[in-house]
T-cell receptor, first 112, second 116 residues
């Protein structure tokens, strides 16, 4: 069975550009989460979907970040416009109702 | 608010010697605690979890952790390190107020190096 997959694995963009990260959760997992680790800091929660609904988006840093999960399957996280401080690794995870979170390998974003 | 503190950013051991990765937590409630591991270019993998059952928790790959409420600690141990244990380890507490099991609060991580 496929795990959580994330694309791209690494993205390098210039400040002011737009980047869209994609996450495909494990099939059948209604819960989908985004976390990120910026340089030298802890991994931090961004938001949580249950199916297509945002359950908790308290960790989203500002309105330059937009997460969607149309149809309750895969999710995208768009950063527009990207700033230097957005550089880091963005992790996606999925879970069944209250079960273990399964993480993807992360998408590394470098903003120059 | 809940938080975790990993007391060592780097730990270096020789193969075959014991591993101790230290973690202290802060929680107003009975916490759920976890250890995750990230090997290079891999995703985060759950090693073990404590959810108010037995205080000594056994995980995968020979790791275990002991929940000590009096010391607010949840240290990770392994009797004998293997080269394949070299990775970054994260102590994690769940935010009971908001997301229960699902909203995780991570420590800063401890990089474990294992030397031959």
């Amino acid at each position: 069975e496929a795990g959580v997959t994330q694309f791209p694995s690494h993205s390098v963009i210039e400040k002011g550009q737009t980047v869209t990260l994609r996450c495909d959760p494990i099939s059948g997992h209604d819960n989908l989460y985004w976390y990120r680790r910026v340089m030298g800091k802890e991994i931090k929660f961004l938001l949580h979907f249950v199916k297509e609904s945002k359950q908790d988006e308290s960790g989203m840093p500002n309105n330059r970040f937009l997460a969607e999960r149309t149809g309750g399957t895969y999710s995208t996280l768009k950063v527009q416009p990207a700033e230097l401080e957005d550089s880091g690794v963005y992790f996606c995870a999925s879970s069944q109702k209250t079960g273990e979170l399964f993480f993807g390998e992360g998408s590394r974003l470098t903003v120059l | 608010a809940q938080s975790v503190t990993q007391l060592d950013s780097h730990v270096s051991v020789s193969e075959g010697t014991p591993v101790l990765l230290r973690c202290n937590y802060s929680s107003s409630y009975s916490p759920s605690l976890f250890w995750y591991v990230q090997h290079p270019n891999k995703g985060l993998q759950l090693l073990l979890k404590y959810t108010s059952a037995a205080t000594l928790v056994k995980g995968i790959n020979g790791f275990e952790a002991e929940f000590k409420k009096s010391e607010t600690s949840f240290h990770l141990t392994k009797p004998s390190a293997h080269m394949s244990d070299a990775a970054e380890y994260f102590c994690v507490v769940s935010d009971v107020l908001r997301g229960g099991y699902n909203k995780l609060i991570f420590g800063a991580g401890t990089r474990l190096a294992v030397h031959p």
